[in-house]
């Protein structure tokens, strides 16, 4: 992104949330997620219903606001509700990638957004694609586009010169293994490298605001120390559970065990680890799983459920 762009961005970015704040918000009326800064878990699950969790999403709450939407899988959409959230306050959506369990409900966030009366752009973030996933702005378009969108009765929400009352704006984040800048505005900056999860283009996120620190493994194997240096000196590091301890094949190639988790929040030094993406195969390994991760590091560790938040004091 050239000099220019971001200082054109941040600029908008700075007006917009003026906008939004004189307009929409009031912390009294939203049922928020407490405190000053917080991360709420809107899907603790993987994939599978039967775990009876929404699949991943999380939400970062500023002073009763919620400002950062991070991923948006199957039933994520009615924690959102239940969360006090409305689309209308969001600064920007990100994606981790676009597996069904951390994408399957953006459309009904988007068609949620229509009964309110946003008026500024969404910026969406997420991972370029390859031969097995869309990019952000595929999947968007693929989703929305006028010509051959499977939603395209709402295109007015993305088609530049439709009528409408805002338009997402979808970007694809090209990131290596080190940390990549990808947006600021205000006390807010977002930062993200890639993270390997098969052959899955994926990113994990670090979400900076107000001083505070949160990052978001999303899903990956561990393989590489992108995440470790991007998730330094964290107040929150959020960590898949994909699997449990001494996982092998193609469960491994995708996702990181216990250890691993452990191994990269003692590198990392981070203050707070919160195990999330809770599956069939990691559900009643609480104990092996805090086992496995007390060896390499010390601090302490929760265990998501649907709806749980975390204050960054
Ligand atoms: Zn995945």
Redesign the pocket.
């Known amino acids: 992104m050239s000099r220019y762009l971001l200082v054109v961005r941040t600029v908008l970015c700075a007006m917009s949330t003026l906008f939004a704040s004189l307009l929409h918000l009031s912390p009294a009326s939203a049922q928020s997620c407490g405190a000053h800064v917080a991360v709420q878990v809107l899907g603790s699950g993987g994939p599978e219903l039967q775990d009876q969790r929404a699949s991943s999403s999380y939400l970062i709450w500023q002073d009763g606001r919620p400002r950062v939407l991070i991923d948006a899988g199957g039933g994520s959409a009615l924690r959102f509700g239940e969360s006090g959230a409305t689309m209308s306050m969001l600064d920007v959506i990100l994606f981790s ?1 676009f ?1 069904v ?2 994408s399957g409900d953006f459309a009904a966030l988007i068609k949620s957004s229509w009964f309110e009366d946003r008026k500024r752009p969404l910026p969406i973030y997420g991972p370029p694609g390859n031969e097995f996933m869309p990019s952000t702005t595929e999947f968007v378009s693929d989703l929305f586009s006028d010509k051959r969108g499977a939603y395209r009765y709402l295109s007015e929400l993305l088609q530049p010169g439709e009528p409408g009352s805002y338009k997402m704006q979808p970007h694809n984040i090209v990131a290596t293994s080190g940390t990549a800048s990808v947006f600021r505005c205000g006390d807010l900056a977002l930062s993200a490298v890639r993270v390997i ?1 098969g052959g ?1 283009p994926a990113l994990a996120w670090r979400v900076e605001i107000a001083g505070r620190v949160i990052v978001f493994s999303g ?1 990956t194997n561990g393989q590489g120390d992108g995440l470790t240096h991007l998730a330094q000196d964290a107040n929150i590091f959020v960590a898949h559970n994909a699997v449990p301890e001494g996982a092998t094949g193609v469960e491994r190639r ?1 996702h990181m065990p216990p250890s691993v988790i452990g191994q990269i929040a003692a590198d990392a030094d981070v203050e707070h680890l919160v195990i999330s993406h809770r599956m069939l195969r990691t559900l009643g390994k609480e104990k092996q799983t805090t086992s496995e991760i007390r060896k390499r590091y010390s601090g302490p560790i929760e265990f998501a459920d649907d709806l749980a938040c975390y204050a960054v004091p």
């Open positions: 990638h597996h369990d951390h999860h899955v899903d995708l």
